[in-house]
């Protein structure tokens, strides 16, 4: 707690004068154009790799990087991710959905050894949403053979999630009215850079490669 009270009166002292302006803009409402879908750990941190200021991304983050499918009556179970999928799309107006998933990803690691008792039910629940990320893993192809399980599952996880995303009517809808679009990239920590999904290699390559 000491250095995020240390980073606060930083913010005050140092950052704030610079940022005073903008906040009193943004304090008039937000129009970010993506909606970026991230794990809750603490080593992944969009707004520094993306180098992405306050008022520019409308983020979702959570254990896994999951979006629950969605149902005919809605999600099943947990409505926090549906909703800021909703909210972004049809409230934000975003353009562009991201998904990114991270390597030695803890929630991958548990869902990879789920058999084994647990003192975690809200989190074995939770996980049992990686069931078809798992069926993934066995079957998709074009996935680095290098990689551990694990980061595997990640990549394979964060593709399945995109295929949950279409689950949503707003989503479909939108992405086929090319109104929206939805990427899968994936965040490897030991190297600080952030990977994508190329569709026409069925790959993930490191993004700046893909940027034109
Ligand atoms: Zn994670």
Redesign the pocket.
Known sequence: MHKLLAGIRDFHERVRPTYRERFAHLALGQSPDCLFIA???SR?VPNLFASTDPGDLFVLRN???IVPPCGAGGVDGDECAGAAVEFATLEVGVRDVVVC??S?????RAALGRNEPTQTPNLDRWLEHTAPSITRLGIEGTLDPALPDVDRL?QAHVLQQLDHLHTYPVVHARVGERKLRLHAWWFDLANAQVLAFDESKRMFVPLVDLIP
């Open positions: 794990c809750s750990d992944v254990v896994g990087n998933g991270h030695s990803c803890g929630a991958m990640s």
